[in-house]
C-alpha cells in the first residue's frame, strides 16, 4: 500500500493554471498505475488522466485532452496534473489514485481500477 498526498488546488479565474502534485509515500513498483479522478458536487467520480509508472504511457479524458498534462518524477514519487486553460466545468475536487500490488486490473480510466486514494485537492474556476 502507499499513501497518497495531492497538494496545488485552489481558486483561479477562467483560462488560468493550476498545478496538482500527488507525492507517494511507501515503495513504489515500476508496473503501478496513476492516475486524477474528479468530483463536482452532486456528480459521480470521473476520470482524467492516469500514467503508467514504468513507461509513463498516458491516456486522457476527452474533456481535458490538449488542456491537461498528466507526468511523474521517479526522484519526487510524485505525479503531477498540469491544468492550463481551465474552465469553470473543472470546478471540482481531484482526487490522486494509484493501483498497487495485485489489485485487479480494470483499465486504468476506471476507479476500479485503483485501490489507493488521495484525500483530495478542490479547484475552483471562476468565470
Known amino acids: 500500500q502507499v499513501q497518497l498526498v495531492e497538494s496545488g488546488g485552489g481558486l483561479v479565474q477562467a483560462g488560468g493554471s493550476l498545478r496538482l502534485s500527488c507525492t507517494a509515500s511507501?515503495?513504489?513498483?515500476?508496473?503501478?498505475?496513476m492516475g486524477w479522478f474528479r468530483q463536482a458536487p452532486g456528480k459521480e467520480r470521473e476520470f482524467v488522466a492516469a500514467?503508467?509508472?514504468?513507461?509513463?504511457?498516458?491516456i486522457y479524458a476527452d474533456s481535458v485532452e490538449g488542456r491537461f498534462t498528466i507526468s511523474l518524477s521517479n526522484a519526487k514519487n510524485a505525479v503531477y496534473l498540469q491544468m492550463n486553460d481551465l474552465k469553470p466545468e473543472d470546478t471540482a475536487t481531484y482526487y490522486c489514485?494509484?493501483?498497487?500490488?495485485?489489485?485487479?486490473?480494470?483499465?486504468?480510466?476506471?476507479?476500479?481500477?485503483?485501490?489507493?486514494w488521495g484525500q483530495g485537492t478542490q479547484v475552483t474556476v471562476s468565470s
Open positions: 500514467i503508467k509508472w514504468s513507461i509513463a504511457t498516458t
Open positions: 511507501g515503495r513504489i513498483l515500476s508496473n503501478y498505475d
Open positions: 489514485a494509484a493501483r498497487t500490488g495485485s489489485h485487479p486490473y480494470h483499465g486504468r480510466s476506471s476507479a476500479l481500477n485503483y485501490n489507493n
